[in-house]
């Protein structure tokens, strides 16, 4: 069998996109369904970066425009809200010319109670091949990708409390991006350390990021109130930390999350003002972590409460307008290498 990756094949590869070095690599990117980060291949995870990186200039031309993925059809198909995602999965579709639908949960079929399965039925039926799907309930997305068949792609855009691959994905490039590291990923991320700040608990950003680093060894460590942080997260190989100042010493990069106000209805954190005290990053709490460290966060951000506005717009530390334009390019490779996959 040839090893030549299937993507070589297509015509729709524009000749102005130095992709060839990457399509002859000697890896076969089969995969038509990204779910999650836990079973990506770390060559997978190398080829997307490497493609992303490659695209990562169309939206910089004055016609961000290639015929890539010209006649596919990408549906968005959002039960949850979402600014960042969702309006990158679509400009990512539209810069490579696939025609993208945006199916309007709140004015769809669903709200009269159409089933997964009909909606399903619908995506095919309308010629879909690629579906990028959030949802509230963790596993859905798994759930949709029964009722699918095999040659439409599709992409889990954030379900629940469970997992968001194309984040995690855009996080790591936007990480290696601030180095300007050229070495694999593998030599890259080892000896780097990374703390996770907020609700690790309920963050599907987290655990993507959490299965997708620790397969090139970084380390990692997580921090919050036990609420939000219990200690079962040790068991997974990870340092649990209840005290920031601590967590983030040696720090290379510091990913705060979002902090869900909803949590301080049910009790799980005592006020923001003191979460703020306790956990909230800042330009005098992050001295303590190594002198070029990098802030990363997924947004949408609580200002004032999990990092304070200064350090967020400060360009010394933080890549967070990094990780909003690097979705783009992320997102663009997803659905280049998903939508052309041979799917074996
Ligand atoms: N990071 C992220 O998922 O943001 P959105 O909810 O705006 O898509």
Not at 11 to 31: M, Q
Not at 32 to 41: A, G, N, Q, V, Y
Not at 196 to 219: C, E, P, T, Y
Not at 250 to 264: A, C, T
Request: hydrophobic fraction near 40%; glycine fraction near 6%.
């Amino acid at each position: 069998m040839s090893k030549e990756i299937e993507l070589k094949k297509t015509s729709h590869i524009s000749e102005d996109l130095n992709l060839e070095p990457i399509i002859k690599k000697d890896f076969a990117w089969t995969r038509k369904k990204l779910l999650s980060t836990k079973d990506l291949l770390k060559e997978e995870v190398e080829l997307i970066l490497e493609t992303a990186k490659v695209l990562s200039e169309i939206p910089t031309r004055p016609v961000k425009k290639v015929p890539t993925l010209r006649g596919k059809v990408v549906i968005n198909l959002f039960y949850e809200n979402s600014t960042r995602t969702r309006s990158s999965f679509e400009l990512a579709g539209k810069y490579l010319s696939a025609d993208v639908t945006n199916f309007s949960i709140s004015t769809s079929s669903v709200k009269k109670g159409e089933t997964l399965q009909d909606t399903a039925q619908t995506l095919i039926q309308m010629g879909a091949d690629a579906v990028v799907i959030r949802h509230q309930d963790s596993g859905i997305p798994f759930q949709l990708s029964e009722h699918l068949p095999p040659h439409i792609a599709l992409i889990n855009a954030g379900d629940g409390t469970n997992e968001h691959p194309s984040q995690a994905l855009l996080d790591l490039y936007t990480m290696k991006e601030s180095t300007g590291n050229d070495e694999p990923l593998d030599s890259f991320l080892k000896n780097k350390k990374i703390t996770i700040v907020g609700d690790v608990l309920h963050s599907r950003v987290a655990r993507s990021n959490i299965w997708l680093l620790q397969k090139f060894g970084m380390d990692i460590s997580v921090c919050g109130p036990p609420t939000l942080v219990p200690e079962e997260f040790s068991k997974f190989g990870i340092k649990v930390h209840w005290n920031l100042n601590d967590a983030i010493k040696d720090s290379d990069f510091i990913m705060v999350l979002r902090l869900q106000i909803e949590r301080q209805e049910k009790g799980l954190i005592p006020s923001l003002a003191e979460y703020n005290k306790l956990f909230g990053l800042n330009h005098e709490r992050i001295k303590l972590a190594k002198k070029d460290v990098k802030v990363l966060h997924p947004g949408p951000m609580n200002r004032g409460v999990e990092i304070s506005s200064e350090l967020a717009d400060d360009p010394n530390y933080s890549l967070i307008n990094k990780q909003v334009s690097n979705g783009v390019a992320v997102r663009m490779a997803l659905l280049y290498l998903l939508i052309f996959a041979s799917g074996k």
